[in-house]
């Protein structure tokens, strides 16, 4: 089982940046996929970046380019650079993991999941 909480979040003006965190707990987190997740106001849930235990990545076209995920398995924490930030990309972000996943993007893949961080970009 993992335990994820995500820090990092905040206001920040368009074109700017800011680095999300998302330290876990539990034994398997070496072993598990890894991703972000973000949901705005009346939206559904969007997948935004996703990372294997091997470092391959996967993006959503919306972010390419402009964002990265990170992991350090040593320190047990996921990482998202969020560089050129727009307005459309505020959304609560959260922090995902499981050990068996097929859509990195898909929620439904993922049983662990943090509480999330506010992300508010100002035009």
């Known amino acids: 089982q993992v335990q994820l909480v995500e820090s990092g979040g905040g206001s920040v003006q368009a074109g700017g940046s800011l680095r999300l965190s998302c330290a876990a707990s539990g034994n398997t987190y070496s072993r598990s996929y890894m991703a972000w997740f973000r949901q705005a106001p009346g939206k559904k849930r969007e997948g935004v970046a996703a990372?294997?235990?091997?470092?391959?990545?996967t993006y959503a076209d919306s972010v390419k380019g402009r964002f990265t995920i990170s992991r350090d398995n040593a320190k047990n924490t996921l990482y998202l650079q969020m560089n050129s930030l727009a307005p459309e990309d505020t959304a609560m972000y959260y922090c995902?993991?499981?050990?068996?996943?097929?859509?990195?993007?898909?929620?439904?893949?993922?049983?662990?999941w943090g509480q999330g961080t506010q992300v508010t970009v100002s035009s």
């Open positions: 995902a993991a499981d050990e068996r996943v097929v859509a990195p993007l898909h929620q439904y893949q993922y049983n662990y």
């Open positions: 990372i294997d235990s091997d470092g391959d990545t």
